[in-house]
């Protein structure tokens, strides 16, 4: 094999491995104490976006607390220098999007959505 066709073959590798430790390594990443996305219930006449049939791909963090006894997500930790962040899907993300859907539902410290006929306040915490 000609040398340069094997440099061209190790820098291909090279790329193909730093990409798979790019998908890979913001996961593991994190620091500080976890975010939480917590929801509860509310009772009020306010505008609410419909989440009934969000996907759990697209808000794992909203679906959890939805699903769960005590309305609180998974952890979520930030990563040093705001690296994770743009590689992974943050608690963050899903208030913004929901926040985007139907602005009127924005409150000062989160949003309101509507699940299953009930009304829920949806916010991000720290414990």
Do not use: C
């Not at 430790?21 to 219930?41: E, F, K, N, Q, W």
Request: zero cysteines; proline letters at 5%; a negative charge.
């Amino acid at each position: 094999m000609r040398r340069v066709t094997r440099n061209l073959l190790i820098a291909i590798a090279l790329v193909i491995v730093a990409l798979l430790a790019l998908g890979a390594l913001p996961s593991y990443l994190g620091t500080g104490d976890p975010y939480y996305l917590t929801v509860d219930a509310i009772e009020t006449d306010e505008e609410a976006v419909d989440v009934n049939d969000v996907s759990e791909r697209r808000y794992p963090y909203l679906t959890s607390a939805l699903a769960s006894d005590d309305g609180r997500s998974e952890g979520y930790q930030m990563g040093p220098f705001g690296l994770k962040e743009w590689f992974t899907h943050t608690p963050f993300d899903e208030v913004d999007s929901l926040t985007h859907t139907l602005s009127a539902a924005e409150t000062d410290e989160g949003v309101r959505v509507e699940y299953d006929g009930r009304i829920y306040h949806v916010r991000i915490v720290q414990p």
